[in-house]
Nanobody
Framework: QVQLVESGGGLVQSGGSLRLSCAAS??????????MSWYRQAPGKQRELVAGITSVGGSTNYADSVKGRFTISRDNAKNTVYLQMNNLKPEDTAVYYC?????????WGQGTQVTVSS
């Protein structure tokens, strides 16, 4: 079971930036084998995919609502995936979760709160 620990959340004003990190450990495969994703869940809403990055790190995908503002990246040497969030909006307020997927098995982190004030 992969252990994932998110960090970097907080309170920021509209238009500001935050960088989330997700550190992985206890993974039975090499970290580079995992497809990594960021999800978010706002109060009263379903959890939604924000961004994903392939195991090799060559391909990324984003929700339409964050394209051009958020960037996902990974450092396989540090077993860490990042989410750079720029030009944040109040509607980005949510708990952000990191997910690791390999061999059809998913592991989730505990989440980090991001709050954007208007």
């Amino acid at each position: 079971q992969v252990q994932l620990v998110e960090s970097g959340g907080g309170l920021v004003q509209s238009g500001g930036s935050l960088r989330l990190s997700c550190a992985a450990s206890r993974f039975p495969l090499s970290f580079g084998s995992y497809v990594m994703s960021w999800y978010r869940q706002a109060p009263g809403k379903q959890r939604e995919l924000v961004a994903g990055i392939t195991s090799v790190g060559g391909s990324t995908n984003y929700a339409d609502s964050v394209k051009g503002r958020f960037t996902i990246s990974r450092d396989n040497a540090k077993n860490t995936v990042y989410l750079q969030m720029n030009n944040l909006k109040p509607e980005d307020t949510a708990v952000y979760y990191c997910k690791a997927r390999a061999r059809a098995l998913d592991s989730w982190g505990q989440g980090t709160q991001v709050t954007v004030s208007s």
